[in-house]
């Protein structure tokens, strides 16, 4: 007999109480934007800019965002020789180095839940169908 378990959804608690697995990602920015890609949805990330003080770098959750094409500018900057804990739950984060190179090192801390069973961020407000987007992103 087989069994047809379910897999968690999105807002299944248990997932983002228990440890998760870890995801870990370095390397060297530029100013063009670099997106990562969970295979699931986050429980919390830990980014850490690597470079001098002084030299900063944008950390956001879409392209848009990121860039600064949304009213407003939707991401925060990281200084040099800081790191920062999010306790968030995304499937993708964006990075880019402000005004230059930059060295950075991230690690994720990845629930049991696809990545698939997350809708996209949109930082376009709700849409005139109905589907939810989230402003400030």
């Known amino acids: 007999m087989t069994l047809n378990n379910s897999n968690p959804g999105f807002n299944f608690t248990p997932s983002y109480q228990t440890p998760g697995l870890p995801w870990v990602s370095s390397g060297a920015l530029t100013t063009s934007t670099t997106r ?77 839940i696809q990545s698939r069973m997350m809708a996209p961020l949109s930082g376009s407000g709700v849409a005139s169908t109905g589907s939810m987007n989230w402003n400030g992103v």
């Open 36 to 112: 990562l890609d969970f295979p699931f949805v986050s429980r919390s990330i830990v980014v850490a800019n690597n470079s001098a003080v002084g030299t900063l770098m944008r950390v956001g959750f879409t392209y848009e965002g990121i860039n600064g094409t949304t009213p407003g500018k939707r991401y925060f900057l990281l200084d040099g020789k800081q790191s920062i804990t999010l306790d968030i739950r995304v499937k993708e984060i964006y990075l880019q180095g402000d005004s230059g190179a930059v060295n950075y090192a991230l690690c994720a801390n990845l629930t049991a």
